[in-house]
């Protein structure tokens, strides 16, 4: 699995360092001599964060998504284990470089679907912790209720590249049947007005503000001392 949950609301994406078990319980005495021959240990573990994507290829793997005004609001299931909603849920203060998931409900696993060219163009679907995958409807809904991949749970991202924030991108909805186009979105809402969630939905036609995200995935960071 990509990513593991230690408790319900609790993600464990940052490696912790594991302590070696040994036969006893008892400490070693260690000489003098050893103990002035002894060298400072540097810690070149790496580590996990979660970054800004740069690319498309970036795009596959854990992910979360953030949209950021006033208020930070990352994309979410419900925490009930029965709904199939989806939403943006507002986030701790913090600013949009910090920020990282909160519970393993923010986290959706991207993979190529249909393959493009390069990584561009290329057709994603993005998975829930609970097997479920994000789709849209006709009508310009969204949930996370699907099994499998069909047309409706294909999304392309397009980079946003006039953003001035790092990770920008909208993900694209292509309307089986059609050639209509429907874009993520949040829906319409005061981003001084605290609230519980925000309504994602897939009306939007062209790309603004509402549809446009920051996209975090997981690298490798290595601790420095």
């Not at 920020?99 to 190529?112: I, L």
């Amino acid at each position: 699995m990509e990513y593991q949950e230690t408790k319900k609301t609790k993600l464990a994406f940052k490696s912790n360092k594991r302590k070696a078990s040994s036969g006893s319980d008892k400490p070693k005495r260690k000489s003098k001599s050893s103990l002035h021959r002894s060298k400072p240990i540097v810690d070149s573990t790496p580590s996990r964060t979660w970054v800004p994507i740069s690319s498309e290829s970036d795009l596959s793997g854990p992910l979360v998504f953030y949209h950021s005004d006033t208020t930070i609001h990352a994309l979410s299931l419900s925490s009930l284990d029965s709904s199939s909603l989806i939403a943006f849920y507002p986030q701790p203060s913090a600013t949009i470089e910090d920020v990282e998931p909160s519970r393993v409900e923010q986290v959706f696993v991207g993979r190529v679907s249909v393959p493009g060219n390069n990584d561009i163009n290329a057709r994603r679907s993005f998975k829930s912790c609970r097997g479920l995958y994000v789709s849209a409807g006709q009508d310009g809904s969204v949930e996370c209720g699907a099994a499998a991949i069909a047309a409706l749970e294909m999304w392309t991202p397009v980079l946003v590249q006039d953003c001035e924030q790092k990770g920008a991108v909208a993900l694209k909805m292509c309307l089986p049947g059609s050639d209509d186009v429907r874009y993520l979105s949040i829906a319409a809402h005061d981003p001084n007005e605290p609230g519980t969630h925000v309504e994602a939905n897939a009306h939007a036609t062209s790309i603004g503000p509402r549809q446009t995200f920051i996209a975090k995935h997981q690298a490798n960071r290595s601790l420095q001392t």
